[in-house]
């Protein structure tokens, strides 16, 4: 077959194209990515997508300019994984194809795709006609001990059995990792007052360029470049801001903190109109925490999507004026309870489910009647 995926920001990208995109190379059909406007974007999407060796690559550029483009493409079956619905719903129109869907929440024209995937069983309620196949982002973390040595550094930490070792994840979106760079520092600072034997690292993506790290090796966090599955896996506790990180936490049994300090309100990007309307002088900060405001509302107040999708608080987590002081405090008391942490990890992993979605999603494509692929399927 000839598959369409269309994808918008860095945690669909990296979390779920990329072993949808793995698994449908491996059964040997032609992979075409679209890269879609993204508000939460990286800068790197286009650079990380290349490295997964699709056979053709489009975006990000202007919305205008994609879906004028969407009219020519040719295909058998559309997938949106992440964005804008009515961009796969207008390639779905366009080539005559069926359009799976595969979200983590409810969307406006799902009941115009032909099926609607999700990750668990609690999600699958809250959407209508879904069906939960496993989390994508679990089959990534599988991916990144597999990745080559030369996209990604070596991760090892320093050999001190009973030195905790604390993972910073700073965000994927520079505008925030510049802001987060000094609130950070002074966290890490405050760690090592409260507890000098710890030891504290921060994670970024293989993709990000040197250049950019060098601040970050200044500033004592040690930076290093290489898959969270690798890295999770051998540290005792995160720190990390809402997004796929929480969910790769989960699924790496990592007891963490998850945080959004009041002062990075202003960097947060807003969807849509409200986003339009947030860049305005004078009442766009009011527009902007009134957006923040609906969508906690809408969660009961939770940041970190497992908590988000359980509905419960399962990743401890702190929203408003949380400081780098009182953010380690949080750390340290977490570390000086190890029992705490090992149910924390148990209550984890019990919570992550099988891998294989990917599997399950390629399987679905494959099951669509013949009369929705033009020309029948090739044998």
Same mark, same amino acid.
């Given at each position: 077959?000839?598959?369409?995926?269309?994808?918008?920001?860095?945690?669909?990208?990296?979390?779920?194209?990329?072993?949808?995109?793995?698994?449908?190379?491996?059964?040997?059909?032609?992979?075409?990515?679209?890269?879609?406007?993204?508000?939460?974007?990286?800068?790197?999407?286009?650079?990380?997508?290349?490295?997964?060796?699709?056979?053709?690559?489009?975006?990000?550029?202007?919305?205008?300019?994609?879906?004028?483009?969407?009219?020519?493409?040719?295909?058998?079956?559309?997938?949106?994984?992440?964005?804008?619905?009515?961009?796969?719903?207008?390639?779905?129109?366009?080539?005559?194809?069926?359009?799976?869907?595969?979200?983590?929440?409810?969307?406006?024209?799902?009941?115009?795709?032909?099926?609607?995937?999700?990750?668990?069983?609690?999600?699958?309620?809250?959407?209508?006609?879904?069906?939960?196949?496993?989390?994508?982002?679990?089959?990534?973390?599988?991916?990144?001990?597999?990745?080559?040595?030369?996209?990604?550094?070596?991760?090892?930490? @320093?050999?001190?059995?009973?030195?905790?070792?604390?993972?910073? %994840? /700073?965000?994927?979106?520079?505008? &925030? =990792? *510049? !802001? $987060?760079?000094?609130?950070?520092?002074?966290?890490?600072?405050?760690?090592?007052?409260?507890?000098?034997?710890?030891?504290?690292?921060?994670?970024?993506?293989?993709?990000?360029?040197?250049?950019?790290?060098?601040?970050?090796?200044?500033?004592?966090?040690?930076?290093?470049?290489?898959?969270?599955?690798?890295?999770?896996?051998?540290?005792?506790?995160?720190?990390?801001?809402?997004?796929?990180?929480?969910?790769?936490?989960?699924?790496?049994?990592?007891?963490?903190?998850?945080?959004?300090?009041?002062?990075?309100?202003?960097?947060? @990007?807003?969807?849509?109109?409200?986003?339009?309307?947030?860049? %305005? /002088?004078?009442?766009?900060?009011? &527009? =902007? *925490? !009134? $957006?923040?405001?609906?969508?906690?509302?809408?969660?009961?107040?939770?940041?970190?999507?497992?908590?988000?999708?359980?509905?419960?608080?399962?990743?401890?987590?702190?929203?408003?004026?949380?400081?780098?002081?009182?953010?380690?405090?949080?750390?340290?008391?977490?570390?000086?309870?190890?029992?705490?942490?090992?149910?924390?990890?148990?209550?984890?992993?019990?919570?992550?489910?099988?891998?294989?979605?990917?599997?399950?999603?390629?399987?679905?494509?494959?099951?669509?009647?013949?009369?929705?692929?033009?020309?029948?399927?090739?044998?």
């Amino acid at each position: 077959m000839r598959v369409t995926i269309l994808t918008n920001g860095p945690g669909e990208l990296w979390g779920w194209v990329r072993p949808v995109v793995m698994e449908l190379r491996r059964r040997g059909h032609s992979v075409s990515l679209w890269l879609l406007p993204c508000q939460f974007a990286s800068g790197h999407e286009r650079e990380a997508a290349s490295l997964l060796g699709v056979d053709k690559l489009e975006g990000p550029s202007s919305a205008a300019r994609l879906w004028r483009a969407l009219k020519d493409e040719r295909t058998d079956c559309a997938v949106q994984l992440g964005g804008d619905l009515n961009f796969g719903l207008h390639l779905s129109r366009a080539a005559d194809v069926p359009l799976t869907c595969y979200t983590y929440g409810p969307k406006h024209g799902l009941n115009k795709s032909v099926q609607v995937l999700t990750a668990f069983p609690a999600q699958a309620l809250q959407i209508p006609g879904a069906r939960p196949i496993g989390d994508l982002v679990r089959d990534s973390l599988l991916l990144d001990a597999q990745m080559p040595q030369s996209s990604q550094e070596a991760w090892n930490w @320093p050999a001190d059995p009973g030195s905790p070792r604390v993972l910073f %994840l /700073p965000g994927s979106r520079p505008a &925030i =990792r *510049r !802001a $987060a760079l000094p609130w950070l520092a002074l966290a890490e600072e405050s760690l090592r007052n409260l507890l000098p034997s710890v030891r504290v690292r921060t994670l970024f993506p293989p993709f990000v360029q040197e250049t950019e790290l060098k601040p970050w090796r200044d500033a004592g966090l040690n930076p290093v470049r290489t898959g969270a599955g690798v890295a999770m896996k051998e540290s005792d506790f995160a720190l990390t801001q809402p997004g796929t990180n929480t969910l790769e936490l989960m699924h790496c049994g990592l007891p963490s903190l998850v945080i959004a300090p009041a002062s990075f309100l202003d960097l947060v @990007p807003v969807p849509g109109l409200r986003g339009m309307l947030a860049s %305005l /002088p004078l009442i766009g900060r009011g &527009i =902007r *925490r !009134a $957006a923040v405001q609906h969508t906690l509302n809408r969660w009961n107040g939770f940041i970190s999507l497992p908590n988000r999708i359980f509905g419960r608080r399962i990743q401890d987590e702190a929203y408003g004026n949380i400081s780098p002081q009182q953010t380690a405090e949080r750390i340290v008391s977490a570390l000086r309870s190890p029992e705490a942490l090992t149910r924390m990890r148990s209550e984890l992993l019990a919570l992550s489910g099988q891998s294989g979605a990917a599997d399950h999603l390629c399987d679905a494509l494959s099951a669509l009647p013949d009369e929705n692929v033009p020309g029948g399927r090739p044998e």
